[in-house]
């Protein structure tokens, strides 16, 4: 069986420094007054043409379909279908959701887990059959059509105050706050066929956004905030496996 997702799990250690008291490798920040690469990461990804919406969209899905059939998954998912969020329908196509009006409430993280969120999670949760509220991939845009960010998680927001929303300031953009890309990480992207009840995951919902967002860059598609599916630290050992 081919192994899809491995190949798309490398960081580029461009976007870590070293930290010494801890002896390891961890992302950069945005607003460190002495190190510029994130920022000037996003100048030269602003300067990149911007890759259509829909080319995006079937790209990602694509990558998931191909992670499907890496765990035994052969039928593709394909489909249309509806989800009420706060009272209003968007389209599901395939293997994700075009949420539009977006108005997600802040999610709180108490250092184990999310102890508070929207509970529009809930409901794509059960209507995925999710394990977890948290296992949701999601992208958003710029005013200009530049994918800003990959992300995970149960918290989708339009912080310009957050690392991305200073990236999008940074280039001269803003966000389009008017829908967002969600990709539900159902059982059949973390888990295989074979072992469906493994107390392991195949996947975690990092290495899925991780690949993700690698595979986008490998199709062409320019990254505003070019470093941040990468994760939060590089692990030295784990990249020359």
């Keep these: 069986m081919n192994e899809y997702v491995v190949n798309y799990l490398k960081k580029d250690i461009e ?9 390891e490798y961890k992302l950069k920040g945005v607003c460190c007054s002495f190190d510029r690469t994130r ?43 509806t989800i009420k969020l706060d009272g209003k329908e968007h389209i599901i196509i395939d293997n ?49 059509g530049h994918l800003a960010v990959v992300a995970k998680s149960c918290d989708i927001n339009w912080d310009s105050e957050q690392s991305c929303g200073l990236l999008v300031q940074e280039i001269g953009e803003s966000f ?40 986008l860059i490998s199709k062409g598609v320019p990254i505003i905030d070019y470093f941040s599916h990468m994760g939060y630290k590089y692990d030295i050992l784990a990249e020359n496996m």
């Design 15 to 23: 976007g870590y420094y070293f930290d010494k008291r801890n002896n």
């Design 96 to 144: 994700g959701i075009l949420v539009r009006d977006n108005n997600w409430s802040s999610s709180h993280w108490n250092g184990k887990t999310y102890d508070r969120y929207d509970k529009k999670y809930d409901v794509i949760k059960e209507k995925f059959d999710l394990e977890r509220v948290s296992d949701v991939l999601w992208l958003k845009f710029t005013d200009k």
């Design 176 to 215: 389009d706050t008017s829908f967002a890309f969600v990709f539900p990480l159902t059982r059949q992207m973390i888990r295989t066929k074979a072992e469906p009840n493994s107390f392991y995951r195949k996947y975690s919902s990092e290495e899925l956004e991780c690949a993700v967002g690698n595979y």
């Design 39 to 81: 920022k000037d990461k996003a100048l030269k990804q602003a300067k990149l043409e911007p890759v259509s919406f829909v080319k995006v969209y079937s790209y990602v899905n694509e990558f998931l379909e191909l992670v499907r059939e890496e765990n035994g998954f052969i039928e593709k998912n394909i489909k249309i279908d």
